[in-house]
């Protein structure tokens, strides 16, 4: 019960925070902006849920863009000089999700708006699910009430009920699993499950996308995809060597499944430094996007493009924390 009322209370305070937003911008008009790029994760069509943004959210946001200012692909953006890049944003998603296709895609059509997506190859390659959500599911599986879960010298106590609470807690505990190596992962995912043994139960939100559906997008000139690694892992935290192949790997699948061409580079978490940056460089991508917020009038470097992560937002929340 106490989780109940705290999780509700949450929620409540969140959406109180919504409501001072619409007062804020009430009859505001909007500022311009200038080779502003977003960054999505998934879409759902039920209540949003951390990455997962709900689609009616989502299509307020693309029709509150797309009337104020000029949508442009990605590429494009990167070649503009300051004045064509005023007024004009990009959309893009990370970690290839299917709900892009079912859910996303249709309202971009419906707006005739471009956007790039940036995919982690082999769990396409593998049918596989993205570590983050066999996490999620495997601890969310879990029968018991309370658990104690150890990362290196630390024990993470936390209870399985509550999802609001229990999905902050996983963040957390996500944001430590994100600086080990893809091997260091998977074994320390198959130690909860050997532990606790869950039944794990995965959600039409954590699908990932088929290569065939990449490519009807593609075909439609909407949709342009770029590279995300191989596994979803921090480039900055594995040997130098490992990162060279989670750029060329995941490139060559680009390459060989999707066409060639030119692609861009996302760097997982956000995590880059100047030896990542320039390994992405040499393996022949095109530019990388960050997760660093701002503008891009000005790109000094096409390694590190902004972007502006976008959470669960409402139309007045969105435009009042971008600026819009």
């Known amino acids: 019960m106490t989780e109940i009322i705290i999780d509700k209370s949450l929620i409540f305070y969140r959406k109180l925070f919504e409501l001072i937003c619409k007062i804020r911008i009430a009859f505001k008009k909007p500022k311009p902006i200038n080779g502003k790029v977003f960054l999505y994760h998934g879409l759902t069509d039920k209540d949003d849920f951390f990455k997962h943004l709900n689609i009616d959210k989502f299509e307020r946001h693309i029709e509150f863009l797309s009337t104020h200012y000029k949508p442009v692909h990605l590429d494009d953006l990167a070649k503009m000089n300051d004045d064509e890049k005023k007024n004009t944003f990009c959309i893009t998603f990370d970690d290839g999700y299917e709900s892009i296709y079912s859910l996303a895609f249709p309202i971009l059509k419906k707006y005739n708006v471009p956007f790039t997506f940036f995919i982690i190859t082999d769990t396409i390659k593998n049918k596989e699910f993205i570590w983050n959500d066999r996490f999620d599911n495997a601890v969310k599986g879990i029968e018991k009430k309370n658990i104690s879960l150890k990362f290196k010298d630390e024990e993470i106590k936390m209870k399985t009920s509550g999802n609001y609470r229990l999905g902050l807690k996983l963040s ?6 994100k600086f ?5 992962i998977n074994k320390y995912i198959e130690s909860i499950e050997k532990e606790y043994e869950p039944e794990v139960r995965f959600s039409d939100s954590d699908k990932v996308v088929t290569t065939d559906k990449i490519i ?9 995809v ?3 690694t191989c596994n979803h892992v921090s480039l900055t935290s594995i040997p130098i060597a490992e990162a060279e192949n989670q750029a060329s790997k995941s490139l060559e699948w680009l390459h060989d499944e999707i066409g060639p061409g030119d692609y861009f580079f996302c760097y997982p978490h956000g995590h880059f430094n100047k030896e990542v940056r320039n390994i992405v460089k040499k393996k022949g991508y095109i530019g990388a996007v960050t997760t660093i917020r701002g503008n891009n009038l000005r790109i000094d470097d096409v390694f590190s493009i902004q972007r502006n992560p976008v959470n669960m937002e409402d139309i007045s929340r969105f435009r009042i924390l971008h600026g819009l």
């Open 172 to 177: 957390i505990l996500k944001n430590k699993l």
């Open 226 to 228: 770029g590279s995300h």
């Open 180 to 184: 080990l190596n893809f091997d260091e």
């Open 216 to 224: 009807e997008m593609i075909n439609s000139g909407l949709c342009k």
